[in-house]
């Protein structure tokens, strides 16, 4: 499936946000007086005055004279700003309208007020230090009393009430792993205990009671909980929708929560998922007490510092109760001119849907464009599918079309938004085009000449097809090396096909099939080879003789027999260790005959080769040629000759001692070697009577054989001669014997 998705463009200005940095070098506490048009925010120890921006964070201006301003509450007709002043031992009003101070009430020495909450008609705020706390109120008359709850509190206790004027007054602070919790209805300037607890609240930062105040909602930096706290007993009674996260959480009038970590999310007290959500630059964190709503809930202020708690940033979520609506688009693919589609359009939202309800609620409408409509036509109603997990949580519409059978497609799609979901509109282009299905072919791999041969095909569409466009084949081969048409085949409603031919010519014979695509897909091509098969020919090469002597020039002829339409051949010459070179090449003679020379230095390979032709295979044939080495032979020291028949004998005398025999190999190799024989005649046949086998020659080709003379009988016929053995790897020449030398030895000396 093809998928899109986008956030519609209405998107980007419902959920704008801004960031404004506040000229304050710390952040405490602060109050939105949306019917004055107002923020306040405090600084805390070391600042001198209140801050008062307008509802946009713009025209800064100090409320002097408010030395280290903590917790502000606002009166419950607003006309006065409560401002702790914990280091003056006192609480500020301070008019709403004329941002001066009107009244200031002092609480008693060393009782540093610093939480303010209103609640009942009454002023009520936390005080105490380190080890001991209280809870104090200021009354219409501007009377202040003291220890308003009986219990004990190991600090200045942190007090919060609903968003909208009410009875409900809770109150924590931390100790140790745990903080201590009380809830109380305030009515007439008293305080009454409804519940007492220590919650697993390790890292408290702030609190809130949820409107109309039947919850308490504790959000933690390291261990945050989804858990709501029942405020008649404090016990946990179901959670938000998600978990309260970080150092600040605040209540909407209506109830909707806002929540931050490293930025601010806001989401339904119940349900699941959430509203909005932003985060704050990489170096900045939630502020604890740093959430605000506007009272008609068109904005959430959320203050952000830097790790050491300075540098205060002020960021507005508006429309913070309406959750972005996301479009995911998806239709099969690919989508071919002409084809039927289905266009299906799932909504997505961080806000899950609420009980009871199966599609997002709104209404939804898709414009098509192409080339027909190019200014768009509303679709009939999509055909709408309740929410089916995981698939669509929301929903999904459906419109069924054809694709045009030219141009583009697009649809757009319109979400109208409804209740706390927000418009959206994304355009989703969807591709149309000329796809190309696959080919397959089957051929046999080989054939005869002058046989027939059927080549099939399968053309497979990626997706139900229209019959449409035909199969061309071209056909190469070697009367033809560039190819040409041999016709067209029609192509069956399943896609198959089927080419039929009699080659003539052999060797391979390429088909290659082309299908056009018509006027719906792209063209695809496909080829098969066949090698039809060829005449073997008459070939053969020969020389003037086996064997040669080094600088003899070789005759060597090739010979052609019966072809169709070529009569070259090419002779190859490779000498032993050397490579192969053309000879000679060209067309054999009227007796199919082509000749050639070549002065042989070693052993030598003869080869000619046929290209082949449209009816005879290529073929090469070879034939070898020996170098044979010349050997030269002397005996030393013979003292005369004499002629015995008709061989002459080498005359030696015992006399001597040692009868000496040389021989030299010309052209010789390192590792040849050489073996000498030595025979006696008697009872009428020769008779080899010793032999000295394969001994190396010197680097000049001499081999010198010595034998001593008392080993040979008196008068008695001799005779000796050498076998010379080129390496056994890479012989350059053949082996040679060289000719008989006869010798005889006579006892004594001469005379």
């Excluded at 931390?174 to 409804?194: H, K, N, P």
């Excluded at 339409?565 to 199919?592: C, E, F, I, M």
């Excluded at 082509?594 to 009816?615: C, E, H, P, Q």
Aim: charged letters at 15%.
């Amino acid at each position: 499936m093809g998928l899109t998705t986008g956030i519609g463009p209405g998107a980007v200005d419902t959920y704008a946000a801004s960031d404004v940095p506040l000229p304050i070098a710390h952040f405490s506490h602060m109050v939105v007086d949306e019917p004055h048009g107002h923020l306040f925010i405090s600084g805390g120890a070391g600042t001198d005055g209140i801050l008062t921006t307008d509802l946009d964070g713009g025209n800064p201006r100090m409320i002097s004279g408010e030395p280290g301003a903590t917790g502000l509450a606002l009166s419950d007709d607003g006309s006065a700003l409560y401002a702790a002043l914990p280091d003056q031992d006192a609480i500020a009003a301070i008019s709403t309208e004329k941002l001066t101070e009107s009244a200031r009430y002092g609480t008693g020495a060393n009782t540093h007020p610093d939480s303010l909450a209103v609640a009942g008609s009454t002023l009520w705020f936390g005080y105490g230090t380190a080890g001991v706390g209280g809870i104090g109120s200021v009354d219409g008359s501007g009377t202040v009393t003291l220890r308003q709850d009986s219990g004990s509190w190991a600090a200045a206790p942190m007090l919060a009430t609903t968003p909208t004027p009410s009875g409900v007054l809770a109150a924590a602070v931390q100790t140790g792993d745990t903080s201590a919790f009380v809830t109380y209805r305030a009515e007439g300037g008293a305080l009454t205990r409804q519940a007492a607890k220590a919650l697993p609240v390790p890292h408290l930062s702030d609190f809130a009671v949820t409107a109309d105040g039947p919850h308490l909602a504790v959000p933690s930096f390291q261990d945050a909980t989804a858990n709501r706290y029942r405020t008649s007993d404090l016990a946990v009674d179901g959670q938000f929708a998600t978990g309260v996260y970080g150092k600040a959480v605040a209540v909407a009038p209506d109830g909707t929560m806002a929540g931050g970590d490293r930025g601010v999310v806001t989401f339904p007290e119940t349900g699941e998922g959430y509203y909005t959500e932003y985060s704050y630059a990489p170096e900045l964190n939630s502020a604890a007490h740093g959430l605000a709503w506007a009272p008609d809930e068109s904005r959430v202020y959320g203050i952000a510092v830097d790790a050491a708690g300075g540098t205060p940033t002020l960021h507005i979520s508006r429309n913070p109760e309406i959750a972005p609506v996301t479009l995911h688009g998806s239709w099969t693919t690919p989508l071919a001119p002409g084809e039927a589609y289905s266009f299906v359009v799932s909504p997505d939202s961080s806000l899950s849907l609420s009980g009871g309800e199966s599609m997002i609620p709104g209404t939804v409408r898709i414009t098509r464009y192409d080339d027909t409509d190019p200014d768009g036509v509303l679709v009939p109603p999509p055909t709408a599918t309740p929410a089916k997990g995981p698939v669509s949580f929301f929903g999904s519409y459906r419109v069924d079309g054809t694709a045009p059978l030219t141009g583009q497609l697009s649809l757009r799609v319109d979400y109208s938004g409804s209740g706390h979901y927000g418009p959206a509109s994304r355009p989703f282009d969807i591709p149309v085009a000329k796809y190309a299905p696959t080919m397959a072919l089957a051929a046999p791999s080989s054939a005869g000449r002058a046989a027939p041969l059927t080549v099939t095909g399968h053309l497979t569409w990626p997706h139900a097809h229209v019959t449409t466009g035909a199969v061309d084949v071209v056909k190469t081969d070697l009367a033809h090396p560039s190819g040409y048409s041999v016709g067209t085949v029609p192509v069956a409603a399943d896609g198959s096909f089927a080419f039929h031919d009699t080659p003539q010519v052999g060797g391979a014979n390429t088909y290659a099939f082309t299908y056009d695509g018509g006027t719906s897909y792209l063209p695809v091509t496909a080829s098969a080879k066949v090698q039809v098969s060829r005449a073997t020919p008459t070939l053969s090469v020969a020389t003037d003789a086996k064997s040669y002597h080094s600088g003899a020039t070789a005759k060597v002829t090739a010979h052609l027999g019966t072809t169709y339409n070529s009569r070259s051949v090419t002779l190859y010459v490779q000498p032993a260790g050397k490579p192969r070179t053309q000879l000679k090449s060209g067309k054999v003679d009227a007796q199919g005959n082509l000749v050639a020379y070549y002065k042989i230095t070693r052993n030598t390979v003869f080869s000619t080769a046929f290209a082949g032709d449209y009816r005879y295979a290529p073929r090469t044939v070879t034939t070898s040629a020996t170098l044979t080495p010349t050997v030269r032979t002397e005996m030393q020291w013979p003292l005369s000759t004499t002629r015995i028949g008709s061989t002459t004998y080498q005359v030696f005398y015992k006399s001597e001692v040692n009868m000496s025999f040389n021989l030299q190999v010309t052209p010789h190799q390192s590792g040849g070697c050489m073996s000498v024989y030595v025979e006696h005649y008697y009872s009428g046949a020769w008779h080899q009577v010793t032999s000295q086998s394969c001994v190396p020659l010197y680097s000049d080709g001499w081999y010198g054989y010595g034998r001593a003379l008392k080993l040979f009988a008196s008068n008695d016929h001799y005779r000796i001669r050498g076998h010379y053995t080129p390496p056994a790897k890479g012989a350059q020449t053949g082996s040679v014997w060289s000719q008989w030398t006869h010798l005889t030895v006579r006892p004594g000396s001469p005379s």
